[in-house]
């Protein structure tokens, strides 16, 4: 008779790999859900729309290394302003103790604008955005309810604190959980997070568009194309050169991604 522990033992990686397979399968029905969905909320709105979006990968990884894929990508205009998205898949760690995350980016570019990176995010979802935050110190903010949820690192707290004044600080303490964190950079504000079906993108967009509203009119002056900023001083102009190459992102009328391939031009 065949010993019950032997048998147990071989069963084990058996039954791993099947577990394995099992989950590869939920992963790709998954994504193959989300690129129909996404491109056919893409096509009602005549965005163009990238299954794989090498070029928006690329232009990610020189700000954020850990980024490997960008998939289910759109471009297009909302209310005259130019927007762009894709979902985005980060590698943490490394070797076999690599993870992959998936976090959805969404974007609206600011005509003329350069900002310095400034990224805000929530206490406890830190890991995906780390390398951004590295690049500059993180800042007190004096509000409580706000200080208590998210965090905010910037190069120069005058433009952190006009940036994010208590109007955004509110808007901010209303967005819903499912957002981990807005990045400023270059003429983009982008928002970070989970979960993207065609729901929570219109939601991240109608986001977006209240955040540029709220952009003080002083700070795009300073910050425009080609201006040397006496406000937010030699902060502003070491962060200009520091992502050169880099956001924003500049709109071209084909929808063949292999039109993009010179990829997004960085001012």
Not at 8 to 13: E, I, N
Not at 34 to 46: D, G, K, L
Request: one cysteine or more; aromatic letters at 8%; glycine letters at 8%.
């Amino acid at each position: 008779m065949f010993p019950v522990f032997i048998a147990a033992a071989l069963a084990v990686p058996v039954v791993a790999a099947v577990a394995a397979v099992g989950a590869a399968v939920r992963h790709f029905e998954g994504e193959y859900s989300t690129v129909r969905s996404m491109q056919a909320w893409a096509r009602a709105r005549a965005f163009s729309f990238h299954p794989e979006w090498h070029t928006l990968a690329s232009a990610l990884q020189r700000q954020v290394p850990g980024i490997s894929r960008a998939w289910a990508g759109f471009r297009g205009e909302v209310a005259g302003a130019s927007v762009f998205g894709a979902c985005c898949t980060w590698e943490t760690g490394g070797g076999q103790s690599s993870t992959s995350h998936r976090r959805d980016v969404r974007a609206v570019r600011i005509e003329g604008v350069n900002f310095p990176t400034l990224v805000v995010y929530r206490r406890w979802r830190t890991l995906v955005m780390r390398p951004l935050m590295a690049h500059a110190p993180v800042l007190d903010v004096e509000h409580h309810g706000f200080s208590r949820r998210w965090e905010v690192a910037c190069p120069s707290q005058r433009l952190a604190h006009d940036l994010l004044h208590p109007r955004v600080l509110e808007l901010l303490l209303q967005a819903p959980r499912w957002v981990d964190a807005l990045w400023f950079d270059g003429d983009a504000i982008v928002l970070v997070g989970r979960g993207g079906t065609p729901e929570r993108t219109d939601q991240a967009l109608e986001l977006l568009a209240q955040l540029a509203a709220l952009v003080p009119h002083f700070s795009t002056e300073e910050l425009g194309e080609g201006a040397v900023s006496s406000l937010y001083g030699q902060h502003t102009r070491r962060a200009r050169r520091a992502t050169d190459n880099a956001l924003p992102w500049r709109s071209r009328s084909s929808d063949d991604d292999s039109a993009h391939e010179k990829g997004p031009v960085w001012n």
